[in-house]
């Protein structure tokens, strides 16, 4: 008899190795990341639940960013029983698109609600740190705030992770959140 449909072994279980290197990898990127082992109700396979770090690019973050998003994104991250293989999925827990974001593609949301971090399914590199995807998706995080703000008309094709030409644009739309901030409590 065959163990193809037998869910007795997890990728961890025949990857052991893979799990250290991803629970190294994520708690030295985002501490806060709550580890949620085999057989977790929201993550069958393993996977981290809790907020990413909200600038963790390799350059200076802009001016006015905190005025422009309140808060980290908060995400669960799901690994597959084909981890690393395929890609772990994310969605976004807080803050959480609203429906007509989810089905609208600017919004770079998939319509079961996970973050659609790559132009196509290959672009994953099985041997990639999972810490690039939390990266894209603070990346995310930062443009659906653009988004909100008006400062933008959908998200990059690209990500702002590696185009400080957005930088400009973050700090731009701080300063008109800021004054119209001003404005309501005048």
């Excluded at 057989?39 to 600038?55: R, V």
């Excluded at 905190?66 to 690994?79: A, G």
């Excluded at 395929?86 to 974001?101: F, G, K, N, R, S």
């Amino acid at each position: 008899m065959s163990n193809c449909g037998s869910t007795s072994a997890r990728w961890p279980d025949w990857d052991p190795r893979r799990l250290e290197r991803d629970l190294r990898e994520v708690s030295a990127f985002a501490p806060e990341l709550e580890f949620l082992p085999v057989g977790s109700t929201h993550a069958p396979n393993c996977g981290w639940f809790g907020p990413i770090p909200l600038w963790p690019f390799d350059r200076t973050r802009p001016e006015g960013l905190d005025t422009l998003v309140d808060s980290p994104l908060s995400v669960l991250v799901v690994c597959s029983s084909a981890h690393p293989v395929v890609a772990p999925t994310l969605y976004p827990i807080d803050p959480e698109p609203q429906l007509q974001e989810v089905s609208d593609t600017v919004w770079h949301v998939a319509p079961g609600q996970s973050l659609c971090l790559f132009q196509s399914d290959g672009f994953w590199d099985p041997a990639a740190s999972i810490t690039e995807l939390l990266t894209k998706a603070a990346g995310w995080r930062i443009e659906y705030a653009l988004m909100h703000a008006n400062a933008i008309e959908r998200m990059t094709e690209r990500g702002i992770v590696s185009d400080p030409s957005f930088d400009a644009v973050i700090t731009a739309a701080a300063q008109t959140v800021s004054g119209a901030l001003t404005s309501k409590r005048v």
